[in-house]
Nanobody
Framework: QAQLVESGGGLAQPGGSLRLSCVASGMIFSLYPMGWYRQAPGKQRELVASIISGGSSNYVDSVKGRFTISRDNAKNTVYLQMNSLKPEDTGVYYC???????????WGQGTQVTVSS
């Protein structure tokens, strides 16, 4: 019954911005650390940003200073603000609710982000 639905992906030019949203349902959202992953074809899925319920966040080095993760527990929503986009940011972005790993996590369906001139 738990479900994560991403939105906000699309095409952006280098240097542009996008904001991704992920709305959760069927779960006690505030109990879960949330994260955004991304994956390009032929590459491993990587954790881009994560945030705990209290608001503390972490980022992969390649996006520090450019991306901001935030959450609104009242709206069951986690966001990823992406600024100063680069072509290497291209990929499918997935919302994740961390339940301890393996089959305890919840995943969204993914949203495509393409950065190209």
């Amino acid at each position: 019954q738990a479900q994560l639905v991403e939105s906000g992906g699309g095409l952006a030019q280098p240097g542009g911005s996008l904001r991704l949203s992920c709305v959760a349902s069927g779960m006690i959202f505030s109990l879960y650390p949330m994260g955004w992953y991304r994956q390009a074809p032929g590459k491993q899925r990587e954790l881009v940003a994560s945030i705990i319920s209290g608001g503390s966040s972490n980022y992969v080095d390649s996006v520090k200073g450019r991306f901001t993760i935030s959450r609104d527990n009242a709206k069951n929503t986690v966001y990823l603000q992406m600024n100063s986009l680069k072509p290497e940011d291209t990929g499918v972005y997935y919302c994740n609710a961390y339940g301890g790993g393996y089959n305890y996590d919840y995943w969204g369906q993914g949203t495509q982000v393409t950065v190209s001139s």
